[in-house]
Nanobody, 129 residues
Framework: KVQVVESGGGLVQAGESLKLSCTVS????????AAWFRQAPGKEREEVAC????????NYKDSVKGRFTISRDNPKNTLYLQMNSLKPEDTATYYC??????????????????????WGQGTQVTVSS
């Protein structure tokens, strides 16, 4: 049975940090790229960060570059998102997803994750001003 479970969300003040974790089981995690998404009330879901299967390549949404870091520990089947200098506009439900495809463009140095096969239920992050 496939399971994808996020944890680590909470209520923090602007400027503080949180670290999200996503533990998976039921499939071979290191065969997949992976990503964090978020969805705020009334808004569409957006990709925040993406990481290759090995962890050697990453990509970030412009608004989180320099503040968020995506990483993974394949032996532990776990994906992470370190979020620093949080802002009220980061408030959302955060989801992790396993991507069946990850394409790295060597000309643009951009990693593109796609074919998201497995999703978690989400963890709420609320940043107060």
């Amino acid at each position: 049975k496939v399971q994808v479970v996020e944890s680590g969300g909470g209520l923090v003040q602007a400027g503080e940090s949180l670290k999200l974790s996503c533990t998976v089981s039921g499939f071979t995690f290191d065969n997949y790229a992976a990503a964090w998404f978020r969805q705020a009330p009334g808004k569409e879901r957006e990709e925040v960060a993406c990481i290759s299967w090995s962890g050697g390549a990453t990509n970030y949404k412009d608004s989180v570059k320099g503040r968020f870091t995506i990483s993974r520990d394949n032996p532990k089947n776990t994906l992470y998102l370190q979020m620093n200098s949080l802002k009220p506009e980061d408030t959302a439900t955060y989801y992790c997803a396993a991507a069946g495809a990850g394409y790295y463009n060597v000309k643009t140095n951009i990693l593109k994750c796609s074919d998201f096969d497995y999703w978690g239920q989400g963890t709420q992050v609320t940043v107060s001003s």
